[in-house]
């Protein structure tokens, strides 16, 4: 291996380092869009796959289970998700989107989000072979 050859480890903190800092404009944009909290737009966009118990819901968004709780209560009282009896196991409740919890998730996925500065700057061959790279990692 070439002594300028970057570890995974190093490719990996670029690319978060990218999009982390770059991401403070758009979820203020949200929160103004939306006017809650970008921790209740995190969460409700975990519930759009479908319900999860508050367990799940806690792991999906890396919280711990009473911030997952508190969450939930507001989220309920805004009229943006349920809680109902999960039909396998009575003694777990599963937290699920309302219509109006899937518009609030639209509204704030439909944000503007423009590419930072770094990304625009690069030239159309630089851009292909980034897509087609970034192409090879997705799932």
């Known amino acids: 291996m070439p002594d300028d050859t970057p570890t995974t480890d190093e490719v990996w903190r670029q690319l978060t380092h990218l999009v982390m800092d770059t991401r403070d404009s758009w979820k203020r944009a949200v929160v103004e869009r939306t006017g ?21 819901l806690a792991q999906a968004a890396a919280m711990d289970a009473p911030a997952t709780t508190v969450v939930v209560n507001d989220l309920e009282e805004r009229g943006l998700v349920i809680r109902e009896i999960d039909p396998t196991n009575r003694r777990c409740k599963l937290i699920s989107l309302t219509r109006a919890g899937q518009e609030v998730v639209a509204e704030a996925l439909a944000t503007p989000d423009p590419a930072p500065a770094e990304l625009a700057a690069l030239t159309p061959d630089d851009l292909r072979t980034l897509h087609e790279i970034l192409r090879k990692l997705e799932h």
């Open 36 to 56: 809650m909290p970008f921790s209740r737009i995190r969460v409700l966009r975990r519930l759009l796959p479908g319900p999860l118990t508050a367990k799940q």
